[in-house]
Every structure is written in C-alpha cells, then in structure tokens.
C-alpha cells in the first residue's frame, strides 16, 4: 500500500540555521503531497502542497519540491526562526479511488535562540 | 470564520461506556474524515466521508462508526470504548475528496479511556 516516511526527529537547529526534513513516498499514480506544521496544542495547519512532478511549493520562507524520479519531497527554509518549532508531518493523498489520505510519522524541530 | 469544531476537547471515561465526539465544519466542505494522534505513529485515517450519506473505512476503523447526515457534521462514536483508543483525535475536512485538495483540521480531542 501506499506509505510516507519521514526522518526520525526530534531535529534541533540554532536560529538562522539551513533547515531539511527529509520526506519520502511509496505511491501508484500520481499523488498531491503536502506538508503540515502543528504547533504545540493546535491542529494541524497546511504549510505547502505540489500536485504534480516538479512542482515546488513554497510559504512562509519554506519550500519542498515534488521529485517523481526520487519519490521524495523534502522541505527546507534558508534561515529559521524560533517560531518556526513545531511538528512537521508529510502526506500524501491518493490519486484515484479511496481519496485516502496519509501522513509521516512527523518531525519534531526545536529552534534555539 | 472559517472553522472545524469539535467536541469535547478533552475527555476522561472508562471501559465500555458509549461516547461520541462531534465534529462540525462551517465551510461547505464536501469531505470530512477522522484521525487519531500517536506518538511515533502519527496520524492514521479512521474514517473518512465524500458527502452525506457517503462514508468509507480508512486504515484503522475497528471499534469505530460514523455518521454522515448532515453536510456539516461528522461524528465519531465509541461504541464500547477500550483503553487502547486512548488517543488525540482530529476531525477535518476539505472543500472535495481528491488528490490535490488540502485538509483544514480542528483542534483535538484529547480521550482517556481507563
């Protein structure tokens, strides 16, 4: 079946650090990919979405772009912030049939000042 | 403003007695699903609905219903409760089921099951 897998957290980087978590998917056909930040006592929230191979999605300084070829989807932000700790979580959402969504484990980044 | 609710946000019960938590979104949205929170599991699909009267299984259903009557809502129901459903859940919802549609998801509901 189809599956997301994200990297192991919890990621601590010092502010205006090089951000990246890695996202990768198992999927037939062509999926939407998203990723999702949580902030502590929220719901999830859409940071960034790509519907189709190639497409870079972008918001808020955080960008991740949909590479068919490597079945990933990486997000990466030049310089965070420490508003910027939260949890990250990857998903996809089936192409055809079920309209199954499904999430990463997600990653947990804290920013230190 | 534009918003999933549910209730109750948090909620300490025992074994075997029936609960539903609600959930009811304002945007007209189509497609509705629930979720439960994990740690080290993230979030799998409990249930999920393309529109009234139309619900389908996602990947953890057992010990879980649904319903669909309404557009707006979208409750979930422990019939029998048990202590391994002690979870975060989330309820969401979208503008339509399909690939490239983002979720907008409510706050949680926080359940102990003793």
């Known amino acids: 079946g189809n599956s997301v897998t994200q990297m192991e957290g919890p990621v601590t980087l010092s502010e205006e650090a090089f951000l990246t978590i890695n996202c990768t998917y198992t999927?037939?056909?062509?999926?939407?990919l998203f990723w999702y930040v949580q902030y502590p006592g929220e719901g999830l929230q859409l940071l960034l979405k790509?519907?189709?191979?190639?497409d870079k999605g972008s918001n808020k300084g955080f960008e991740a772009t949909y590479r068919k070829e490597t079945t990933s989807f990486h997000l990466e932000k030049g310089s965070v912030q420490v508003s910027d700790s939260a949890v990250y979580f990857c998903?996809?959402?089936?192409?055809?049939?079920?309209?199954?969504?499904?999430f990463g484990t997600g990653t947990r980044l804290k920013v230190l000042a | 403003e534009a918003q999933v609710t549910q209730n109750p946000r948090y909620l300490i019960t025992v074994t075997g007695k029936k609960l539903t938590v609600t959930c009811s979104q304002n945007?007209?949205?189509?497609?509705m699903s629930w979720y439960r929170q994990d740690p080290g599991l993230g979030l799998r699909q409990i249930y999920y609905?393309?529109?009234?009267?139309?619900?389908d299984k996602g990947d953890v259903p057992e010990g879980y219903k649904v319903s669909r009557k309404e557009k707006r809502n979208f409750p979930l129901i422990l019939e029998s409760p048990s202590p391994n459903q002690t979870s975060l859940y989330f309820c969401?919802?979208?503008?339509?089921?399909?690939?490239?549609?983002?979720?907008?998801f409510g706050d949680g509901t926080r359940l102990s099951i003793l």
């Open positions: 969401a919802s979208s503008f339509r089921g399909g690939s490239n549609q983002p979720q907008h």
């Open positions: 999927a037939t056909g062509y999926p939407s």
């Open positions: 790509a519907t189709k191979a190639d």
């Open positions: 998903a996809l959402s089936e192409a055809s049939g079920t309209y199954k969504y499904i």
């Open positions: 945007m007209n949205h189509e497609y």
């Open positions: 609905s393309m529109n009234v009267e139309v619900t």
